[in-house]
T-cell receptor, first 116, second 110 residues
Framework: ETGVTQTPRHLVMGMTNKKSLKCEQH?????MYWYKQSAKKPLELMFV???????ENNSVPSRFSPECPNSSHLFLHLHTLQPEDSALYLC???????????????FGNGTRLTVT | GQNIDQPTEMTATEGAIVQINCTYQ??????LFWYQQHAGEAPTFLSY????GLEEKGRFSSFLSRSKGYSYLLLKELQMKDSASYLC???????????FGAGTTVTVRA
């Protein structure tokens, strides 16, 4: 079983739909992240949770709403998205939030989102 | 903020060596990561450099020069399975944010 699991792998949704992305980590890590990956562009950090508390929100539109019910699970709730939100959404975890020791991120395989 | 530059694409022959360069500008530096990402898969951690010099891990090596804002990832004895995107990421010491470059797609040909 992989360390970080994301579901679904693929999602197609209309602009008026509401859907949720799910992430689960089995590594005992304390920090979890949502990243957006668009073609030929750098990974964009969206949200950071440390010990279930949101510690960072990188000016992400309110149509993206994260939820972290416990240290192993992370959700990204989506509503009224735009076509430009189509991208690969990656979840990651690390032992500690970007620490001085630079603990590496462990990524899930991502959810390929298409907004029509 | 951080500026991270790496080439978009590189092509090499099986068995050869390829060097992927990464240059960065950051207001505070706390380390540089390299990740490998195969198409449709998760990025996976390759290396972390925080001190100047070369770190070797089997066929892969990573080099860092903090004074020059420069790193490279060296892939030796290339194999077909090394065809992937390689992501350079810099950790800031000011706000502990990890910023990524756009990635370098390496294609290994027989």
């Amino acid at each position: 079983e992989t360390g970080v699991t994301q579901t679904p792998r693929h999602l197609v949704m209309g602009m008026t739909n509401k859907k949720s992305l799910k992430c689960e980590q089995h590594l005992g890590h304390n920090a979890m992240y949502w990243y957006k990956q668009s073609a030929k562009k750098p990974l964009e950090l969206m949200f950071v949770y440390s010990l279930e508390e949101r510690v960072e929100n990188n000016s992400v539109p309110s149509r993206f709403s994260p939820e972290c019910p416990n240290s192993s699970h992370l959700f990204l709730h989506l509503h009224t998205l735009q076509p430009e939100d189509s991208a690969l959404y990656l979840c990651a975890s690390s032992q500690d939030r970007f620490s001085r020791t630079g603990s590496p991120l462990h990524f899930g395989n991502g959810t390929r989102l298409t907004v029509t | 903020g951080q500026n991270i530059d790496q080439p978009t694409e590189m092509t090499a022959t099986e068995g050869a060596i390829v060097q992927i360069n990464c240059t960065y500008q950051t207001s505070g530096f706390n380390g540089l990561f390299w990740y490998q990402q195969h198409a449709g898969e998760a990025p996976t951690f390759l290396s972390y450099n925080v001190l100047d010099g070369l770190e070797e891990k089997g066929r892969f090596s990573s080099f860092l020069s903090r004074s020059k804002g420069y790193s490279y990832l060296l892939l030796k004895e290339l194999q077909m399975k090394d065809s992937a995107s390689y992501l350079c990421a810099v950790l800031s010491s000011n706000d502990y944010k990890l910023s990524f470059g756009a990635g370098t797609t390496v294609t290994v040909r027989a």
